[in-house]
């Protein structure tokens, strides 16, 4: 079992920053590739970005190419996600999310989630 607590939502104007964290206990951190999914109201939960056990291979969604970056510290137990030149439609819930070694972008392969944090983006 592997328990997730994301922090470090907030609400942000356009243009802003914040650094998402997830922090885990439980079964050995690094042994998880850990995913960041967001959903918006009405929307389905969409993949957002992924990081290898190793910290070596990352996935990103096109829409935040160039503005987000995942990293993790397997010292810490912790995986961030840097949000850079924030835009309205970034916001949503964010959610983080584990699976065992390899990384995937499909939701339904991510076995243990956290209870996400709230990225407010205003206009």
């Known amino acids: 079992q592997v328990q997730l607590v994301e922090s470090g939502g907030g609400l942000v104007q356009a243009g802003g920053s914040l650094r998402l964290s997830c922090a885990a206990s439980g079964r050995t951190f690094s042994n998880y590739a850990m995913g960041w999914f967001r959903q918006a109201p009405g929307k389905e939960r969409e993949f957002v970005a992924t990081i290898s056990w190793s910290g070596g291979s990352t996935l990103y969604v096109d829409s935040v190419k160039g503005r987000f970056t995942v990293s993790r510290d397997n010292a810490k137990n912790t995986v961030y996600l840097q949000m850079n030149s924030l835009k309205p439609e970034d916001t949503a819930v964010y959610y983080c999310?584990?699976?065992?070694?390899?990384?995937?972008?499909?939701?339904?392969?991510?076995?243990?989630w956290g209870q996400g944090t709230q990225v407010t983006v205003s206009s």
């Open positions: 999310a584990a699976r065992p070694y390899t990384i995937v972008t499909m939701k339904d392969e991510y076995v243990y």
